[in-house]
């Protein structure tokens, strides 16, 4: 199994490695893995925030600039952060979708190529590494990620972002990928099942 210090991240043009890694204390192989999760769950962020606003979705479609600004943020795609910030903005002002399709255009281009290029650069997966985790903490989060998901109340997208590297670290690379890709959709319910069928959950409730 390959260590930290073995693991060279590729360059990427718009991608501030230094600054992705200094936010998850230096974890290349976590880093790898949320690389890999944001072309994942990232790839269909402007058709789905298209979808929210013709639907007079509002409130959707801002989670979803909420949420491509807070991933963009976390790997140190800060043009792409800055950008979603923007989209967000003028989603939460209720800005018609057709004065703010140039800006959709743009940022797809560029979401587009990040994603393009992270297919091309990243190595095959790595094997995924349990460290060790504070129960304690881990407890109280889940119990409010629970709590969050049956109220039904879509901070949850937030708070499972706030609380990543513990949730990666607690359930795994392929259970978490699964998760958050349920989380993304708004998809709460499934969520729970999931939640509910791991290791971790089964030992703390």
């Known amino acids: 199994m390959p260590v930290d210090e073995d693991i060279v991240i590729p360059f990427i043009e718009g991608l501030d490695v230094?600054?992705?890694?200094?936010?998850?204390?230096?974890?290349?192989?976590?880093?790898?893995?949320?690389?890999?999760?944001?072309?994942?769950?990232?790839?269909?962020?402007?058709?789905?925030?298209?979808?929210?606003?013709?639907?007079?979705?509002?409130?959707?479609?801002?989670?979803?600039?909420?949420?491509?600004?807070?991933?963009?943020?976390n790997i140190g795609a800060t043009q792409l952060q800055e950008m979603a910030y923007e989209l967000e903005t003028l989603i939460f002002n209720k800005t018609p979708l057709a004065q703010l399709e140039e800006k959709l255009v743009i940022f797809e281009h560029v979401q587009s190529s990040m994603i393009h290029a992270l297919k091309i650069a990243l190595p095959s997966a790595l094997p995924p590494t349990i460290e060790h985790i504070d129960t304690t903490n881990a407890s109280a989060i889940f119990n409010t990620l629970m709590s969050l998901l049956e109220d039904q109340d879509h901070s949850v997208v937030r708070y499972f972002e706030k609380n990543t590297v513990l949730l990666y670290d607690c359930l795994g690379a392929d259970i978490f990928s699964a998760i958050q890709k349920e989380i993304k959709r708004f998809d709460f319910e499934k969520t729970i099942q999931l939640l509910r069928k791991t290791t971790f959950f089964e030992q703390k409730y």
Do not use: C, W
């Open 18 to 73: 230094e600054l992705g890694l200094k936010r998850i204390s230096g974890k290349k192989k976590f880093y790898i893995n949320m690389l890999k999760n944001y072309v994942t769950n990232q790839e269909k962020t402007v058709p789905q925030l298209r979808d929210a606003m013709q639907k007079d979705d509002y409130a959707g479609a801002e989670i979803i600039a909420h949420s491509a600004k807070g991933v963009s943020g």
